[in-house]
């Protein structure tokens, strides 16, 4: 299984965007330098008062389908 490692912070006014669906896509980069792009939906789960913050790592397969997200 692979897996990359993203910072995010995610303002609850950008959260409300991507709830509502104006944007759906997170652009971010990985700690790896890589850039990467994934479904806001999968955020869902941590989202807070104060929006999306932390680290996270985020699990996917060998064709690059989306796994499982934890926060670390």
């Not at 959260?15 to 997170?26: C, E, H, R, S």
């Amino acid at each position: 299984m692979r897996q990359i490692i993203v910072d995010i912070s995610i303002s609850p006014d950008e959260w409300i965007k991507l709830y509502q669906g104006v944007a759906t896509d997170v652009h971010t980069k990985a700690r790896d330098g890589r850039s990467v792009r994934f479904p806001a939906r999968i955020l869902s789960r941590f989202y807070l008062q104060n929006g999306v913050r932390g680290s996270f790592r985020i699990l996917f397969d060998d064709s690059g389908k989306f796994s499982s997200i934890e926060r670390l």
